[in-house]
């Protein structure tokens, strides 16, 4: 998925602009259904994009039975294109013409596309033929132009044939030239040179229609869009790979893939995580075709000493391809995406520590907008003249506790005066300090309205935070996150929009008499390896009190989990849930106990069909066993298996499970109220 810096798609036609915006037709997604005005915008994008339903009454029964593929996507009695055009940047200097605007639709649009005229329950080896009929359906035969977009040119072809089986078109130059070059020169000879070269076959994702107003190429511009969003962002050459084939590729790949496409594109995914899932499709596309190479030059039947050596290097990127291929899979399904994660975010590393000041002075940085003379005495008896006592103390003013923050030093102090604080940036805080709300919860407030991957962001070694409430906005990533280091918090409000705390891998949060809620995620999130402290606080209306998480790639160090007197309630799922992998023995329990309130989990493959793969698995299940053995003796390791079934699908399921709290990542549980938690007390969800 080819993204910008930002998260966001990068164009695939760079030189484009829209023009005539006003035209441009709004749809809204949940439609008042007692508004006419959204019913008729609805119905237009529909008959635009889609099969034309009832608007010929004398035909519209006979269409429907004799062919529900969605061919017939306009009405060419309307008269006109409902579609955009796409103007070239170089305006009436370009050397090309306009194409129709396809890019921008939304993702209703493509999921009903791909789901009901496309690609329909077909199998994996059966996506092809699937696109080639439905092209058939809707592509004009002949006689119509195109600019051939490739890295290098865009020219004018005119389209004479469809060669459907090998998605390409036969086509002829169109004269004059007319073309745009990047970087190079191209003569009349030259590409008739290259056409001949290629005996004047294009790929169709290639093409781009020439705009028309007339309407009677929509339907192709649209299929073609289809297809070329297709392969670029939903296909993997590995998808016909899987050794089990009868599935339904659009629910196992294509729905979860359209939807992270646009998750990402609307910012809802942490820029680290986007940066890892693009990281690994480069690694998953590198280690495919390596071994595709590996695989062609064995010869069949041999026994040379050179074609073993090439069988086992071959059985080493079949581990290597299915360990990334699930890697990939954990991020392009919401679910377990949501219980997994991920392991780091790059962007926010780079904050580093800025020590103690070279002069050894310390600061007690104080935030207000303005206070009254009784704040004030009250403040300098209380507060700045103990913390003041030396002479190596000074006092610095601030408006908002962003600033204060960022000019924070090792060992300063922040006290931040009753107020509303409105944020548009996040809190980074990188060294060990104390932020203060001088004053109850509810009266020193800070809100962050902008988007962001995190609220407040703690590496800080020994950091401190206490009375403030923080109201969060659109962060994606979590209100508070402690990545490293210590971070001690007593009595705050966090009121979540999106995700709540998260405790990374080696990092430890003290949480005391704090009230957490409203988060879509779980309300405490804890990493392998991380310690967490949970004494007094209240936790509810989110999706899941605290959620303990586990990885599939490798074995991690077990967290260590303090929990008492806290109050979990109303939550929606489980009040304390444990993530941990399926071993095949838990299947069947947790198949039966998931209950009917569980949200049914989609299942899902994630091997290949490779070569030789037979004694890989036999020896990476050996090594499991004796690694998992060691584990168990020594209680310091997760307990999990980390090889699939390479025949059967892996389903994810969750059950109740009270007996939880005597698991060894709880180092004291005790006077802890659970009430009203939708799925139960405590839960573990199988993957």
């Given amino acids: 998925m080819e993204l910008d810096a930002g998260g966001k798609q990068s164009a695939d036609m760079a030189d484009f602009v829209v023009e005539d915006l006003e035209s441009f037709v709004n749809v809204e997604l949940e439609v008042d259904k007692n508004s006419q005005t959204s019913e008729h915008s609805m119905s237009v994008i529909s008959q635009a994009l889609f099969q034309n339903e009832e608007e010929d009454e004398s035909d519209s029964e006979d269409d429907d039975d004799d062919d529900d593929s969605g061919t017939d996507h306009f ?62 359906k809707v592509l004009e035969p002949c006689d119509w132009l195109a600019l051939w977009c490739t890295d290098v040119f865009d020219v004018v072809v005119e389209v004479r044939d469809l060669d459907l089986k090998d998605l390409k078109a036969c086509v002829r130059l169109v004269l004059p030239l007319q073309c745009e070059t990047r970087g190079c020169e191209l003569s009349e000879e030259a590409m008739t040179a290259l056409l001949e070269a290629t005996q004047h076959r294009v790929l169709l994702q290639e093409l781009h229609v020439v705009y028309d107003s007339s309407g009677d190429f929509d339907q192709t511009a649209l299929a073609l869009e289809h297809l070329r969003f297709f392969y670029k962002h939903i296909w993997r050459q590995w998808d016909e790979e899987d050794e089990d084939d009868d599935f339904d590729y659009f629910v196992r790949c294509v729905e979860p893939r359209l939807r992270l496409y646009y998750d990402i594109l609307e910012d809802r995914v942490p820029a680290g995580l986007v940066s890892e899932y693009q990281s690994l499709l480069e690694s998953c596309s590198k280690v495919f075709q390596q071994f595709s190479s590996l695989r062609s030059e064995l010869v069949s039947d041999s026994d040379s000493e050179l074609d073993n050596i090439s069988m086992v290097e071959g059985v080493k990127l079949c581990d290597q391809l299915e360990t990334l291929r699930r890697k990939l899979h954990i991020i392009e399904n919401p679910l377990l ?79 931040i005066l009753p107020g509303v604080y409105s944020v548009s940036s996040s809190m980074f805080i990188p060294d060990s300090i104390s932020v203060e709300g001088f004053g109850l919860p509810d009266e020193v407030v800070i809100e962050k309205k902008n988007k962001g991957d995190s609220f ?57 008499r704090c009230d957490l809620y409203g988060s ?31 990885f ?24 304390v849930i444990l993530v941990k992998p399926n071993n ?30 037979g004694p890989a698995q036999q020896e990476s299940a050996e090594n499991n066993n004796s690694t998992e053995g060691g584990a168990s003796s020594s209680g310091r390791k997760w307990q999990f298996s980390r090889q699939l079934s390479r025949t059967k699908e892996t389903s994810c399921v969750s059950r109740a499970d009270q007996d939880l709290k005597d698991h060894q990542v709880f180092v004291s549980v005790q006077g802890n109220q659970f009430r009203r938690n939708g799925l139960g007390d405590y839960g573990t969800f199988y993957y």
């Fill in 456 to 512: 407040v962001e703690s590496t800080g070694a020994e950091v401190k935070l206490s009375n403030i409430k923080f109201i969060q906005h659109d962060a994606i990533e979590g209100i508070l996150c402690v990545r490293q280091g210590t971070l001690n918090m007593e009595n705050c409000v966090l009121q979540c929009e999106t995700t709540g705390v998260i405790v990374r891998t080696s990092a430890c949060l003290s949480m005391t």
């Fill in 75 to 136: 009405n060419c009695a309307r008269g006109g294109t409902q579609l955009q055009r796409c103007e070239r940047r170089s305006g009436v200097n370009s050397g090309v013409p306009d194409t129709f605007q396809t890019s921008h639709l939304l993702f209703y649009e493509r999921f009903k596309a791909y789901q009901d005229y496309m690609l329909g329950d077909c199998k994996p080896s059966e996506v092809k033929a699937f696109t080639a009929d439905y092209l058939e």
């Fill in 552 to 575: 599939a790639h490798e074995l991690d160090v077990m967290p260590s989990i303090t929990m008492e007197n806290n109050v979990i309630h109303n939550n929606e799922g489980y009040g």
């Fill in 337 to 415: 995406r949501y219980v997994l994660g991920y392991r780091g975010n790059n962007r926010q590393q780079c904050v580093q520590s800025r020590g103690i000041r070279c002069s050894g002075v310390k600061v007690v940085h104080v935030v207000t907008v303005s206070c009254s003379g009784n704040q004030l005495q009250s403040l300098l008896s209380d507060r700045l003249l103990p913390l003041s006592s030396s002479e190596d103390t000074q006092i610095q003013f601030h408006k908002d506790p962003v600033s204060a923050v960022d000019s924070s030093h090792e060992g300063d102090v922040v006290l």
């Fill in 520 to 550: 879509k995620g779980a309300g405490v999130e804890i990493y392998p390896g991380s310690i967490c402290s949970l004494i007094g606080n209240g936790i509810h209306h989110c999706k899941d009190g605290i959620l303990i998480k586990d």
């Fill in 584 to 613: 095949g023995e838990q299947q069947g329990d947790a198949g039966d106990s998931a209950g009917p309130s569980a949200d049914p989990p989609s299942s899902f493959t994630t091997t290949p069909t490779l070569t030789a793969s």
